[in-house]
């Protein structure tokens, strides 16, 4: 069955950097399409940043671009989304989720097209 295992989370100061890992296992890895959502208390979870594994296509939301990198490893399956320049703002409990098939691209950052989701890591920026 399907596992994805976040790690990485951690506690920073404004200007700072983290970087947060996503082990996928369970199913085809080179097929997936794969996204980082975060959560703030009293808010929706909102999507961040997403990746075709097979194509290295990406995507962003805007409040995240320049800042944030996502990437992978296909020898780990692992995908990681780099934080940098990180603000209060960004304070949140991140979550990896995942999907296989086709996905509505201008969906590709909604809660509503991944099956998957990991248990979350916190980040937390003061």
């Known amino acids: 069955h399907v596992q994805l295992v976040e790690s990485g989370g951690g506690s920073v100061q404004a200007g700072g950097s983290l970087r947060l890992s996503c082990e996928v296992t369970g199913r085809t890895y080179s097929t997936a399409v794969v996204a980082w959502f975060r959560q703030a208390p009293g808010k929706e979870r909102e999507g961040v940043a997403a990746?075709?594994?097979?194509?290295?296509?990406?995507y962003y939301d805007d409040s995240v671009k320049g800042r944030f990198t996502i990437s992978h490893d296909n020898a780990k399956t692992t995908v990681y989304l780099q934080m940098n320049s990180l603000k209060p703002d960004d304070t949140a409990m991140y979550y990896c989720a995942a999907t296989w098939g086709s996905v509505n691209v201008e969906m590709i950052l909604s809660t509503s097209e991944y099956q998957y989701w990991g248990q979350g890591t916190q980040v937390t920026v003061s």
């Open positions: 990746i075709y594994i097979g194509g290295q296509i990406t």
